[in-house]
């Protein structure tokens, strides 16, 4: 299932595809039952539709978020995070069945990928409201990096994706709310509301599974995260944090802190 979704180029194709089969494992759990895990192959890079074209950041033409073609451009870079992280939950699923994992690890990420799908549909629905849609803009390339980086290390993946990628999402949230808030665009400001309320858990996930991980290993969690985000994530930590909404998925400050542009490594 997981391959498949990754195997999937256009975007509300792969969205309803990982509802669907999201729907289907959280049946069969609801049921008592645990689906086989199984093994894949999924891809290095995951199925992408022909456009949004993908460009070098810096090329990537920047527009003022007070206009009306700067909201377009913010929803549009929204999309291209949501689509790339129901791949992201997918990938974490098909990659490293090598390594045994309670049920509940494949429960959180199944339940991921489906309101990461539901993220992405809610945001198109607001720029084709606008008259635009996801791949009317070029969008950001290199956002499967991380995944390459730290394809064969589960505990890398943890902290690099859910733990820095995805709690960052929890620090620029509330500023994109309120944008879209004072431009009275209200579909908008509830699929914002509905993507900060439910990233909070991916958050949690990340630190829960990376927490067993070390447990097994018997190692420091925190000196495991340093150690890995310094190996994987390419430049500091940028403040400021949004200490409440990370402290609520389990991230505490001396985890993300040391890692920061604001406290040089080793400060
Ligand atoms: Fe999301
Ligand atoms: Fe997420």
């Given at each position: 299932?997981?391959?498949?979704?990754?195997?999937?180029?256009?975007?509300?194709?792969?969205?309803?595809?990982?509802?669907?089969?999201?729907?289907?494992?959280?049946?069969?759990?609801?049921?008592?039952?645990?689906?086989?895990?199984?093994?894949?192959?999924?891809?290095?890079?995951?199925?992408?539709?022909?456009?949004?074209?993908?460009?070098?950041?810096?090329?990537?033409?920047?527009?003022?978020?007070?206009?009306?073609?700067?909201?377009?451009?913010?929803?549009?870079?929204?999309?291209?995070?949501?689509?790339?992280?129901?791949?992201?939950?997918?990938?974490?699923?098909?990659?490293?069945?090598?390594?045994?994992?309670?049920?509940?690890?494949?429960?959180?990420?199944?339940?991921?990928?489906?309101?990461?799908?539901?993220?992405?549909?809610?945001?198109?629905?607001?720029?084709?409201?606008?008259?635009?849609?996801?791949?009317?803009?070029?969008?950001?390339?290199?956002?499967?990096?991380?995944?390459e980086d730290t394809?064969?290390?589960?505990?890398?993946?943890?902290?690099?994706?859910?733990?820095?990628?995805?709690?960052?999402?929890?620090?620029?949230?509330?500023?994109?709310?309120?944008?879209?808030?004072?431009?009275?665009?209200?579909?908008?400001v509830a699929a914002?509301?509905?993507?900060?309320?439910?990233?909070?858990?991916?958050?949690?996930?990340?630190?829960?599974?990376?927490?067993?991980?070390?447990?097994?290993?018997?190692?420091?969690?925190?000196?495991?995260?340093?150690?890995?985000?310094?190996?994987?994530?390419?430049?500091?930590?940028?403040?400021?944090?949004?200490?409440?909404?990370?402290a609520e998925a389990?991230?505490?400050?001396?985890?993300?802190?040391?890692?920061?542009?604001?406290?040089?490594?080793?400060?």
């Open positions: 299932m997981a391959e498949e979704v990754l195997r999937t180029a256009d975007g509300r194709e792969k969205t309803a595809l990982s509802r669907r089969y999201a729907a289907q494992w959280q049946a069969a759990r609801a049921d008592g039952n645990l689906p086989e895990i199984g093994s894949a192959n999924p891809p290095d890079r995951p199925a992408r539709p022909a456009e949004p074209a993908l460009l070098d950041p810096r090329d990537v033409p920047r527009r003022r978020p007070g206009t009306e073609a700067g909201r377009k451009a913010i929803l549009h870079a929204v999309a291209h995070i949501e689509l790339n992280a129901v791949d992201l939950h997918w990938d974490i699923i098909a990659r490293f069945t090598h390594v045994p994992m309670p049920p509940g690890f494949y429960d959180d990420w199944v339940k991921s990928a489906d309101e990461e799908s539901k993220h992405f549909n809610l945001i198109c629905d607001c720029l084709e409201a606008m008259g635009s849609h996801y791949g009317d803009l070029p969008a950001h390339a290199g956002m499967w990096r991380a995944a394809a064969h290390d589960l505990m890398g993946r943890l902290a690099v994706v859910p733990m820095v990628l995805e709690a960052r999402g929890l620090d620029v949230t509330p500023g994109m709310i309120d944008l879209f808030e004072k431009a009275g665009v209200s579909d908008a914002m509301q509905v993507i900060y309320a439910e990233e909070v858990h991916h958050v949690a996930y990340g630190s829960k599974w990376f927490h067993f991980l070390c447990g097994r290993e018997n190692t420091d969690p925190k000196d495991a995260f340093h150690d890995l985000v310094r190996r994987y994530f390419h430049g500091p930590l940028k403040p400021p944090f949004n200490e409440e909404k990370r389990g991230l505490p400050p001396d985890f993300y802190w040391p890692l920061s542009e604001d406290r040089p490594l080793g400060e």
